[in-house]
Structures are given as structure tokens and as C-alpha cells.
């Protein structure tokens, strides 16, 4: 608190300084010129009450323009209404200034022939030092109407960084999207082949084909205008997952999905719950026992929760994959609106995804 003080202090002290300079320089620029111009000079007294009285003026326009015309709403006819009342008053005790300073041996009507004769030079003087005010002012909000345009330029350019980072960000998120489509546009045809070869010898293939088919038709299809869709379609393609992988494996998966609530009337980005359940069917040992729960809470909050035996064999691959996109994917579509949390330790594994949908 104390240096602010200081600061400020500091600061107050210099622009008077600065002032007093340029008023000194101003007033020995004028007597010097008066000097040569004459070769005499008048008495202390009349510079001294005439010079105090004009930087008076000086100050006083400067006030008046920064509290009628420095406003939201310009007052100017307030300003031109204390201009000619400050004029006024300049006048009238330069006037009586000049009356004090005339000698006393002249007459009463030779002093008020001699104040009649610098009276339009007391007005023009008034006006002088109050047209020098104005051009400070002037010159001074300049400067301020220069630092507040520079200001606006790099608040524009901060705006234009933050698109282009923002740009780049979703580009990012387009990328992990399209990383986790299972793809494949040319595999129907094959898999169709691949139907029709199998039904003949095998009808428990036969229908891993077609789940694996719907699997790949849905990652594929379009998302409302919001990046979307039901998530009752995509609960749907989580059951299918996990029923072809209940046929790849010659045991029986130790694997309860949970399902609470009503689901149907509400919705989510896709492949979110696919990537989760995939990496659990993925790096999961499931002949011990596994767990996917999916739940409709309070507040529209929607809860994703796996719990799963980590595989015996640890392998490059043996951890979760893309956890990241899909961290990526909601920090964009439900910012301060979801929260993933991962623990595990050398044997088990799980994750707890919540969206206020």
C-alpha cells in the first residue's frame, strides 16, 4: 500500500515539475520578446498578478472541457455556458487588477481612460490562455484516443490468435473423432461376402458378422447439427460389442453390463462409450469378474463405470487407448460439464465417466 502511495506521489511530483518548467520557459519566452520588442519591462507586481491570474484561466478551461465535454454524453452547451461565464469573471478582475496597479496621482477618469485601453487586451489574453488550454486538452486526449486504439488493436489481434488456436483445437478434435470411427467404407461389401460364406457352416459366425456390420454402419452415420446422437442408439452398438465378444472366445466372459435408468430421452457424442467398453474388452481379463454400469443420476447427469482384472501378461499395448481423444472430444462438447477419473493398480483397473447431459 505504501509503495502505491509512493508511486503515485511520485508521479503527481513530476507532472508539476514538468509544469512549472514549461510555464517558466513560457513566461521568459513572452517578457523577452516584450523586452526586445520595447526595451523596458513593467513592474513585478502587474506580471506577477496577471500571469497567476491566466495560468488560473489555463487550468480552468482544461477542467471545465474534461468534466462537460471527457463524458460519455458531451455536455457542450454547458461548456460554452461556463466558458463565457469563466471569461467573464477573468475580465472582470484583470480589470480590477489594472485599476489596483495605476498610479494614484492620475485623475478618476484618466484611470478609466487607461483601463478602457487594455481591456481588449485583457480579452484577448483570457481568450489566448483559454484556447491554450484546449489544445492541451486536446493534444492530451489524443494521446489517450491513440493508447485506447492501440489497446482495441490487440485486444482484435488476441481474438484473432484465440480463433486460430480454437481452429487448430477443433481440427484436433475432428482428427480424434475421425481416429475413432472403426471405419471402413470398403468392408461392407466384403463382410457381406463374408455373411453369406459363413451362414452356411456357422450360424453363431454368421451373427457376429451382422453385429459387427451394424457396429461399423453406425459409426459411419451422421450426427445432428450438434455432434450427437441418442444415446439409446449408442447403449444398443455397446450391447452388440460385447455379444461378438462373447462368441470370439471359447469361455464364457465373466462380464455384467448394468443398465439404470431411461436412456431414451437423452443424448451424447458417439463412440465415447464404444472406445470405454472396447478398452475394457481389450486389456480386461475377463474370466474373472468385470463390471459396466450405466446409469441416469439427478440433474440429467449420466454415468459411465468399468471395473476390470488387468491381463496377466503385460504387453506394449496391455493399457487403456484413447482415453485422450476422447478427453480431447469432451472438453470440447461439455467443458466444466463432465469429469473422468481413472485408478488403478497392478491388478485391476477402473473409470467412472459423469456428463451433465
Known amino acids: ?3 502505491i502511495y509512493n508511486h503515485k506521489y511520485n508521479l503527481h511530483f513530476k507532472k508539476i515539475l514538468r509544469h512549472t518548467l514549461c510555464w517558466a520557459l513560457f513566461i521568459t519566452y513572452e517578457l523577452s520578446i516584450f523586452y526586445i520588442s ?3 519591462l513593467r513592474s513585478f507586481g502587474d506580471y506577477f498578478f496577471h500571469y497567476a491570474l491566466n495560468m488560473g484561466i489555463f487550468y480552468c478551461q482544461f477542467s471545465i472541457l474534461e468534466t462537460t465535454i471527457n463524458t460519455a454524453k458531451p455536455q457542450y452547451v454547458k461548456a460554452i455556458a461556463l466558458f463565457l461565464f469563466e471569461i467573464s469573471i477573468a475580465l472582470i478582475i484583470k480589470l480590477y487588477i489594472d485599476y489596483l496597479l495605476l498610479p494614484t496621482s492620475k485623475s478618476f477618469f484618466a484611470q478609466i481612460i ?3 485601453d487594455v481591456g481588449m ?5 483570457t481568450i489566448y490562455f483559454a484556447a491554450l488550454a484546449s489544445l492541451y486538452w486536446a493534444g492530451s486526449r489524443i494521446s489517450v484516443f491513440q493508447k485506447k486504439a492501440v489497446d482495441a488493436e490487440i485486444r482484435q489481434l488476441n481474438i484473432v490468435r484465440d480463433n486460430a488456436l480454437l481452429e487448430a483445437q477443433l481440427g484436433k ?8 470411427r472403426l471405419n471402413p467404407h470398403l468392408l461392407f461389401n466384403s463382410l457381406n461376402f463374408i455373411y453369406g460364406s459363413v451362414a452356411k457352416y456357422s450360424e453363431k459366425g454368421a451373427d457376429c458378422v451382422l453385429l459387427l456390420t451394424d457396429i461399423l454402419r453406425f459409426s459411419l452415420e451422421d450426427t ?5 446422437i441418442s444415446l439409446s442408439d449408442e447403449i444398443k452398438q455397446l450391447q452388440n460389442l460385447i455379444n461378438i465378444n462373447q462368441h470370439r472366445f471359447n469361455f464364457p466372459l465373466v462380464l455384467k453390463l448394468l443398465l439404470q435408468g431411461n436412456f431414451d430421452d437423452y443424448r451424447i457424442i458417439p463412440l465415447v462409450l464404444l472406445t470405454l467398453t472396447e478398452n475394457v474388452l481389450k486389456h480386461g481379463n475377463l474370466k474373472q469378474p468385470a463390471v ?4 441416469i443420476k439427478e440433474n440429467r447427469t449420466f454415468s459411465f463405470f468399468s471395473s476390470n482384472h488387468k491381463k496377466t501378461l503385460p504387453t506394449a499395448t496391455n493399457k487403456p487407448t484413447g482415453l485422450e481423444n476422447i478427453r480431447l472430444r469432451l472438453n470440447y462438447s461439455y467443458p466444466d460439464n463432465y469429469s473422468l477419473i481413472k485408478t488403478e493398480n497392478d491388478t485391476t483397473f477402473q473409470l467412472e465417466l459423469n456428463i451433465k447431459l
Open 114 to 116: 487607461a483601463i478602457k
Open 121 to 125: 487586451l485583457n480579452l484577448f489574453r
Open 1 to 3: 500500500m505504501i509503495k
Open 173 to 180: 478434435i475432428q482428427n480424434a473423432y475421425l481416429q475413432q
Open 292 to 295: 459396466i454400469r450405466l446409469e
Open 224 to 228: 445432428d447439427i450438434d455432434g450427437k
Open 38 to 40: 520595447t526595451g523596458r
